[in-house]
Nanobody, 123 residues
Framework: QVQLVESGGGLAQAGGSLRLSCAASGLTFSNYAMGWFRQAPGKEREFVGYISRYGDSTHYTDSVKGRFTISRDNAKNTVYLQMNSLKPEDTAVYYC????????????????WGQGTQVTVSS
């Protein structure tokens, strides 16, 4: 049974930081590229960024470039999303997702999803 469990969400002020974690179990973690997505109220889910299987490649959507950083620790089966300089428009439920072998930006390409963690940024 594959499980992805996000944690670290909460309330932050604009300009502040949060670090999300996503702990994976039930799969060979290093076989999976990992992505982060978010969904704000009334909006469609959007791609935030991804990291390749061994962390040598990352990619971010333009709105978070220079502010968000994805990293992973394959020994701990965990991927992280460091969010700095937060803005109110970053408010959303954040999801991690796993895709077998290959990186990608489309949610439909991912095999497994976490339950999400709420991030709220106040102005």
């Amino acid at each position: 049974q594959v499980q992805l469990v996000e944690s670290g969400g909460g309330l932050a002020q604009a300009g502040g930081s949060l670090r999300l974690s996503c702990a994976a179990s039930g799969l060979t973690f290093s076989n999976y590229a990992m992505g982060w997505f978010r969904q704000a109220p009334g909006k469609e889910r959007e791609f935030v960024g991804y990291i390749s299987r061994y962390g040598d490649s990352t990619h971010y959507t333009d709105s978070v470039k220079g502010r968000f950083t994805i990293s992973r620790d394959n020994a701990k089966n965990t991927v992280y999303l460091q969010m700095n300089s937060l803005k109110p428009e970053d408010t959303a439920v954040y999801y991690c997702a796993a895709r077998f072998l290959i990186i990608g930006t489309m949610g439909a390409q991912y095999n497994y999803w976490g339950q999400g963690t709420q991030v709220t940024v106040s102005s």
